[in-house]
């Protein structure tokens, strides 16, 4: 009922006279006194009154997360604050693509400008890992930080301190890890380490064939070849540089494309003439078949072969080495009485046979032909077989060194080189760990030595000299959700015994945030000066310009490790009286000492990008080694391409570290016993929507890709489990919650959860996003003791 | 001690002084997490118990300072104060503007550049601190404390032309900015505080800031036709 | 008079919606309104023999805004007169002081193309960003596709660039609007 006007008025009357009658019987001085704090809004300087007409300032930049794409992002600055965000816009050519953003180029803003930045450094104040935390000053910061660090020292030693393995800065110059091993190199040294998450098994394996990692070539000799095979290579959602723009171009002028991947990937939609379903962990089964295949049919490059490899067949085979080693007798079972056929493959991979004869016959005779391998095969628990699998078949049909093949192994090549400040040497030399292996490293350090991949130790030093005892973790989500098996990592990081220090930076509260002990919050890359160059294979550069000022009290990593090094009393040192802004001018001119083509930095402020057009660059691996092999020989022990490898055969590990590439059952594979209990296996992928785990907190990103679990059809009928529906995916090492998706992209038998989620257990500690490494294991690969991160067995039910 | 402007009623240099008087209690609570010196002080000074006649859900900011255990109560509503405005964590009442007007639910959207051009208007900014952008022009204790300069330079100024753009440009914050958000960002602090403290000043930040419209309406109309 | 329309190849949609966050941010819209929306299309089993699968999964992608329709049901239907189409390029707009937000034209077009906005309780839609055009520029969702799979002109052109198919698997007839627009049709969505 609506009062009566006479009503209203009375009342109102009636509040004044309360408001009135409250206001002069107030006494305090910080009501009726002014405002205690200090005053914030004051007279403007320059008192123009009225705002001046818009003034559009438009700045090129990149960020420098750990995204294959890197694309050029230009700013729209008005006043100081970032309006509107667009895109690469320039002429749009074979040889000079524009570098547009996919959808995780389009989220910046709300990556600057959310509301939910970590804004003022934090001190834990509850137990670690429970989230705790209280403001303190950047002094109260730095100053805990050096005499935790100081203690840590003087008690363990300098070995005990560790930067972790972070990506959040990877295509920078100036990464905020870098920067800290510096720091830590002035003051004694520290534990570095080697490896990385996304590349252990091929950076390690690519070698032990080639001699290099250099294995790539430009992405428009795609268009010379005949086949592209991806195998478990999906560039569309990664974004590998621009390797989907130049599948597609090759596609438009007839080239045939295979793409061999568990899940019908985007790529395999949107690029595939072929998509051919694979089980997870089986690779080399299939490898081995497409062996048999070109061997048995002799469709390999005999020439080819003799004056380029070794270790194919028992003619041509490393002194020392018994009978029946070599390539040819493995495949057609010589020794185990097991001729590698497809019928064999079949069984074990679940591709069909004469799938896998046909594949063989049109890689092994439409030269050139260029089996790309992605990077997701070799992230299982013998991943280094795939690498070695696939640079195998590209030797033995002859596709290495010309134009339209492909060496296959790690892929890089970079045609654009950028100079990174450097971090001075380390006084305990090149001691390093796996980086997959740093929570082994806080638990038993003391006992891991050659056997566990610890590399430089000193002579007469069997094992490291102490566990890890400080823990930077700048820039990065590998302190938990990125790292394998969340809730052991969180058992021992929470213990505080073990780990004594751990210095997190963020830009926002992620998993790994939580467990610091000291949280400092970053700027981000709208906030500060870097260089930024993308995945191999690379092309461009981009000068990641500042375009506003540090918000709230967030600070860059330089700027704080500064502070930091004066606290140590080693600022000289550290900055060698350079800024953010110097460095990045010092890097362009080294990099110009080398590539003359580098612009200098107006240059490159005012073009934003250089990018080294393809037209006369064509790069082709091996070219040299296979036009004039006399004058250059392969890296290798041999100085050939290394089908049989000695030094792996001197490992004398046959199972686990075969000298020529095998199908190795894999554990918590679709061989292992374990599958009785839990019978799907469970792969990860890069999702469009994140990169890593960055931007799992954008809310337009998540509308265009919700965190979902893929299952088949079958799968899903036998569990009665509906679409749309939450399950519960577990194994021996956690559960996770979350909505599966129904679909038939995905083979029977295998679920497929994106990876990035932010880790977000409940108070039983069951992960309610969808973080797989919920779920993955710590056991790392045999050679490069990189993670196994695709290699699970679940069961799931619903929830 | 009130300033008594002669181109007001006594009445109306009462009210002027009474909403100084609020907007600054409103900026202490939201600028700050409370410590002890500030609680005792409001508690016998700042007469809150008045203020219930005025609005009955001032009531449950007035059990804040009745409590039983007071350490313990200040201590949960500086944690409160933390959780709701200051992180680490995602923020429940982000204390921005730009994050309930803007699509995108971010900050420096259209209102930073709106309350900037307003402030700028009557001469006024956001202090800036060398290389820090510390703070978006349209947080919420910058839009309190605009308003009680407003207030203050309402009350000193003699001329009535003045007077009239200052009274507009409070009407302005009000109708075009405050009214705008603050019912939603004062839910949001009542929906996720935990204290009474909190939830006491979600509803007296919604009420007084739609009872201040009428008031300044008011002066406005009074000031048009004398 | 011109006719604006898209062309959309379909052959190259790998669903990576970059078209659709241009168009969010271009628009600053909210979750849940979408002027361009990418729809999957998947079907088909696989045949175990032996132990092997074989498989048979047919899968596309669509890319689709509004299609600017030479019949436009969402202007037949809107009582108002809101809906209209635009003289000089065809362009369908809402007039925003005459929509009531009844939600007619949702019910009326087949493509979804309307997009309601809660907020204001109005009907909000593609204006094929005549704003950028004005300026030289591409429409958002065109500038941002990776694949260079859209591509925007005078509809006449566009047809005689790359031929008339606009019915493909999964989208209404074309008659029922007749709509702007070119599909070069993904294989398995002829």
Sequence with gaps: ??????????????????????SSAVTAPVIIGGIASETKIVDKVNAAGTVKASNEQILSTCSTINCG???????????????????????????????????????????VYNPDRLKYPMKRVGKRGEGKFERISWEEAIEYIAKELTRL????????????????HSGSIIGAGNMIQKIFALTGGYLGYHNSYSSAQTSTATPYTYGTTQTGNTLNTLSDSKLI??????????????TDYYVKKAKETGVKVVVIDPRQSNTAVGLADEWIPILPTTDNAMMDAMQYVIISEKLYDKNFIDKYCVGFDEENMPEGVPQGESLVGYILGDKDGVAKTPEWAEKICKVPAETIRKLAREYATNKPSALLQGWGPQRQAFGEQFVRGGTVLAAITGNVGIR????????????????????????????????????????????????????????????LPSNIKAIFNLAGNALINQHSDCNKTAEILRNENLAELIVVSEIFMTPSAKFADILLPSNTFMERWDIGTTWAPSQHAILSQKCIENMYESKSDYEWLTMLAKKLGIEKEFTEGKSELDWVKWSIEESRKKDPHFPTFEEFKKQGIYQVSLENNAVIAFEKQIKDPENNKFETPSGKIEIFSKALWDMNNPEEIPAI???????????????????????????????????????????????????????????????????RVYNDRGEVQMPVKITNRIIPGTVAIPQGAWWSPDDKGIDQRGNINTLTSQRPSPLAKGNPQHTNLVEVRKA | MEIQNQLFTTEQNQLLSARKKLYQLLHQLLSEPISFERFIEIKEQGYIDGLIELDNSVQILYDFFYCQDIDESIQKAREDFFRLFIGPDSLPAPPWESVYRSKERALFDFPTFEVRNLYNQFGLEVRKRENLHDEADDHIVFEIEFMIALIEKTQKEEERDVIIKLLEGQKMLLSEHLSKWVPQFSLDIRNNASTSLFIGIGYLLDFFTKFDCELVDDLFVSINNC | MVQLGFFINNEYCNGCKACVIACKDKNDLEVGVNFRRVYENSEGDYVERDEAFIQNIQTFFTSISCNHCENPACVKGCPTGAMHKREEDGVVLVDQNKCVGCKYCIWNCPYG??????????????????????????????????????DYGPIDELRKKYGNVRDIKGLPSSSITEPNIVINANKYAK
């Design chain 1, 1 to 22: 009922m609506s009062k009566s006007l006479f009503d209203r008025i009375n009342e109102r009357s009636l509040s004044r006279r309360s408001f009135i009658k409250w």
């Design chain 1, 153 to 168: 020292t003087d008690k363990h030693g300098p070995a005990s301190r560790y930067s972790n393995y972070s990506t959040g």
């Design chain 1, 69 to 111: 794409g890197r694309c050029l992002i230009r700013a729209h600055i008005n006043d100081g604050v970032i309006t509107r965000l667009s895109t690469d816009i320039k002429e749009d050519t074979f040889e000079l693509p524009q570098l547009r953003a996919c959808i995780r180029g389009r989220g910046y803003r709300q990556f």
């Design chain 3, 113 to 150: 193309g309307p997009q309601y906005n809660e907020k204001i309780g109005k009907m909000t839609k593609c204006d094929f960003c005549i704003d950028l055009i004005d300026k030289g520029e591409n429409p958002a969702c065109v500038g941002a596709c990776p694949m260079r799979a859209l």
């Design chain 1, 661 to 727: 590439p095998k199908y190795v059952a894999s554990w918590e594979g679709p061989e292992d016993p374990l599958t009785k209990k839990y019978p799907l296996q469970l792969i990860g992928w890069h999702y469009k929507r994140r990169c890593h785990s960055t931007f799992d907190n954008n809310k337009w990103l998540e509308e265009a890709g919700p965190q979902v679990m893929w299952m088949n059809e079958r799968d899903a009928k036998q569990r009665k489990i509906k679409d749309g529906e939450r399950v």
């Design chain 1, 229 to 242: 095979i991806l195998w478990g290579h999906n560039p569309v959602e990664t974004r590998w540089g621009v």
């Design chain 1, 404 to 463: 339209g093949g492909w060496a296959s192994g790690s892929g890089y090549i970079s045609l654009v080189k950028t100079t990174s400040v450097p971090k001075g040497t380390n006084p305990l030399g090149n001691l390093t760990i796996p980086c997959f292996l740093w929570t082994d490293a806080i638990v038993r350090g003391t006992e891991m030595g050659e056997k566990d991949g610890v590399k430089g130790l000193p002579e007469g030093q069997e094992t």
